[in-house]
């Protein structure tokens, strides 16, 4: 009974990592997501999956790296990867900002000049 | 003194509708030393009064940002235009009406004797004339002391908006100027560019209209933001080697 739950669970691990991935590369196709930022999900799927297809990988690893309960490493690697993912946003952020000004900067200069030019 | 200069003044306003006539019929009144030349160009930075509309009534010459950028945006977008369009001096000046338009040939003076790249106007060198709070002066205190630590340089007025720039200054700021609060900033950019910063001392008013742009109760983000904009920018231009000066 134990083994048949944990069949149906990792089937739907497989099939929701499917799905996931499925919807990324959807919206990478539609150009709706740029590659760049589309590299962290296409890894964060293929852990996914990785970790669907191996079951004892998460208990083999935690083991390794001398963590006694094993789901606490999920914790760990996600919340780690998230702040990562935050910084990154934050420095994409600050670029578009740079960069927002300077065509702001740019348009009403033209601007200007365009109006100086149809006064004469 | 060099006889020709070209100056623009850039006087950024954000909803200053009460004063922006009576300051640019003042700088038209006031009479500079004969080969200066003094165009005046207020930046709209989205004001949302009637700022605009006055600005287009009466004719005066204007940039309209097409969205909020702040003092720093709206000053470089000053400093832009005047060095594409070959002014040699560009002078920053408040559009509330607090940098009187007669004290303009000091600051002149100290960037056409080639004393200064960057003159400064002041109004503590002297004590004369409207002189703020005490808890502002003390925020400009540390500024000053923070300034002189790490570049060397004594401004006593770090936070004052009226200063003129030389080309050189110009060519530097057209590239990089600090976004938020950035007075005191831009004496560091200026100094570790190897700029010469001077003061001027200068006579002030109270504000005619509108409000400062470092409100009371922002003072504690005001003094950790420009804190932390100095020595990060220190940190960029001592270590990095990176020069914004192309």
């Not at chain 2, 700088?27 to 009064?49: E, H, M």
């Not at chain 2, 000053?144 to 200063?163: A, E, F, H, M, P």
Request: charged share 20%; hydrophobic share 45%; proline share 3%.
């Amino acid at each position: 009974m134990e083994n048949v739950i944990s069949y149906r669970l990792q089937i739907i691990a497989i099939v929701t990592a499917l799905c996931f991935m499925f919807f990324i590369f959807r919206l990478i196709a539609r150009g709706k997501l740029r590659e760049e930022y589309s590299f962290i999900w296409i890894t964060c799927t293929a852990l996914l999956l990785l970790f669907s297809f191996w079951r004892n990988g998460l208990e083999i690893i935690a083991h390794l790296l001398g963590i006694y309960y094993a789901p606490s490493l999920i914790f760990l690697g996600a919340i780690f990867a998230i702040v990562i993912f935050l910084v990154h946003l934050s420095v994409v952020n600050s670029r578009q900002h740079q960069q927002i000004k300077d065509l702001a900067q740019e348009m009403a200069i033209l601007k200007k000049k365009l109006e100086d030019e149809n006064q004469k | 003194m060099k006889t020709n200069l070209k100056v623009l003044l850039v006087i950024p306003c954000f909803n200053e509708e009460a004063v922006v006539l009576s300051l640019f019929k003042e700088i038209r009144k006031t009479v500079f030393p004969s080969g200066i030349v003094v165009d005046a160009l207020f930046i709209n930075d989205c004001s949302t009064d009637g700022t605009r509309k006055v600005l287009l009534e009466n004719k005066i010459p204007f940039i309209d940002l097409p969205v909020n950028l702040g003092i720093g945006g709206a000053v470089q977008t000053g400093y832009k235009y005047a060095w594409r369009h070959g002014y040699d001096v560009a002078v920053q000046m408040d559009g509330d009406g607090q940098h009187p338009p007669a004290e303009l040939h000091k600051l002149l003076e100290l960037i056409a004797s080639g004393e200064a790249d960057v003159a400064i106007g002041s109004r503590y060198l002297t004590g004369e004339g409207f002189q703020s709070s005490s808890l502002r002066r003390t925020g400009i205190g540390y500024f000053k002391w923070l300034n002189r630590q790490l570049v060397g340089v004594t401004v006593c007025d770090s936070t004052s908006g009226y200063r003129a720039l030389n080309r050189q200054a110009l060519q530097l700021v057209a590239s990089y100027y600090p976004d938020e609060y950035p007075e005191p900033e831009a004496i560091v950019l200026y100094a570790m560019n190897g700029l010469k910063v001077r003061e001027a001392p200068v006579v002030m008013r109270e504000r005619q209209g509108g409000t400062s742009s470092i409100r009371a109760h922002k003072t504690v983000y005001y003094m950790f933001k420009v804190s932390l904009g100095i020595i990060f920018l220190y940190i960029r231009l001592k270590f990095n080697g990176k020069r914004y000066l192309l």
